[in-house]
């Protein structure tokens, strides 16, 4: 059964900067079929795509906040961490990961975490 | 990167009636050398996480009832409810992966009539 879970900080200031850990299961991060992305959800909002790391370690982000994101991977750990600087309130949002690489041999995400609810407030 | 934009944003659609969806591209998600549309749907219920419907923009997932249709190629593309229910109440999200960054169309939010 494959699973994503991902946990960090419920509440951030702003300036601060946000680490979120997503620990999987059921899947290897060493497999060279499988990836994973961060996408988040502003409250009431539309699906925002962060970051993805490849199996090969190859990493992608989004343009608009490609300079304040990190994405990385512990494959011992069975962990992919995102890391996003100056945080601000309009950052506050339901963080998913989820795993792309999915029946179709693409990046279409076939399994997604519960999503963690970080809000950013002083 | 690649606009996508769906419409409706919302509909009402009555019980056992069709519901259908438009998602396009602002530029083809086609992949000519093996002839693939980048192109993704979710379902995305309350307080849930997306759930995958197609991948291929008409390969349905396991599991996904056959109510449900995704077609079109290049930058037009639609998923149909053939007959609504109610547990498909939700809103339904498209999204390319043809290159990155990837990005999601703003939804289409499905209730009721």
């Known amino acids: ?122 | 990167d690649i606009m996508m934009t769906q419409s409706p944003d919302s509909l009402a659609v009555s019980l056992g009636e069709r519901a259908t969806i438009s998602c396009k591209s602002s530029q083809t998600v086609l992949y000519s050398s093996n002839t693939k549309n980048y192109l993704a749907w979710y379902q995305q219920k309350p307080g849930q996480p997306p759930k995958l419907l197609f991948y291929w923009a008409s390969t349905r997932e396991s599991g996904v009832p056959d109510r449900f249709s995704g077609s079109g190629s290049g930058t037009d593309f639609t998923l149909t409810i053939s007959s609504l229910q109610a547990e498909d109440v939700a809103v339904y999200y498209c999204q390319q992966y043809y290159t990155t960054p990837w990005t999601f169309g703003q939804g289409t939010k499905v209730e009721i009539k």
Request: aromatic content about 8%; some cysteine; overall charge neutral.
């Open chain 1, 1 to 122: 059964q494959v699973t994503l879970k991902e946990s960090g900080p419920v509440l951030v200031k702003p300036t601060e900067t946000l680490t979120l850990t997503c620990t999987v299961s059921g899947f290897s991060l060493t497999s060279a079929r499988f990836g994973v992305s961060w996408i988040r959800q502003p409250p009431g909002r539309a699906l925002e795509w962060l970051a993805h790391i490849f199996s090969n370690g190859a990493k992608s982000y989004t343009t608009s906040l490609e300079s304040r994101l990190t994405i990385s991977k512990d494959t011992s750990k069975s962990q992919v961490v995102l890391t996003m600087t100056n945080m601000d309130p309009v950052d506050t949002a339901t963080y998913y990961c989820a795993r792309a690489g999915g029946p179709g041999g693409g990046t279409e995400f076939d399994s997604w975490g519960q999503g963690t609810l970080v809000t950013v407030s002083s």
